[in-house]
Nanobody
């Protein structure tokens, strides 16, 4: 069955960095666009960043542009989200999600998603 497993979350001080990883199995990863979503307590789930199947195009939520970088390694069926200059408002559970079309991911929909990893930014 399809599995997406996120890792790399944790507690970090404002201004710090974290690198999230998403390991995919049970799916031909290179056939799917991939995205990172997040959901904070009491707030709606939101798209943070997405990347096409080839890695050639990326999309970022305005509030993370210049701070976050999404990438992927299809040979390893792995997706990454490098998060720098973290702010308290970035605190949320982060989910890795995939869909065959990046446009669908950008609308907040996905075929498969993982269990999430908690990111807490606090001093």
């Amino acid at each position: 069955q399809v599995q997406l497993v996120e890792s790399g979350g944790g507690l970090v001080q404002p201004g710090g960095s974290l690198r999230l990883s998403c390991a995919a199995s049970g799916v031909t990863f290179s056939n799917y666009a991939m995205g990172w979503f997040r959901q904070a307590p009491g707030k709606e789930r939101e798209v943070v960043a997405t990347i096409t199947w080839s890695g050639g195009r990326q999309y970022y939520k305005d509030s993370v542009k210049g701070r976050f970088t999404i990438s992927r390694d299809n040979a390893k069926s792995t997706g990454l989200l490098q998060m720098n200059s973290l702010k308290p408002k970035d605190t949320a559970v982060y989910y890795c999600e995939v869909h065959r079309e990046v446009a669908v991911l950008n609308r907040g929909q996905a075929d498969y998603w993982g269990q999430g990893t908690q990111v807490t930014v606090s001093s």
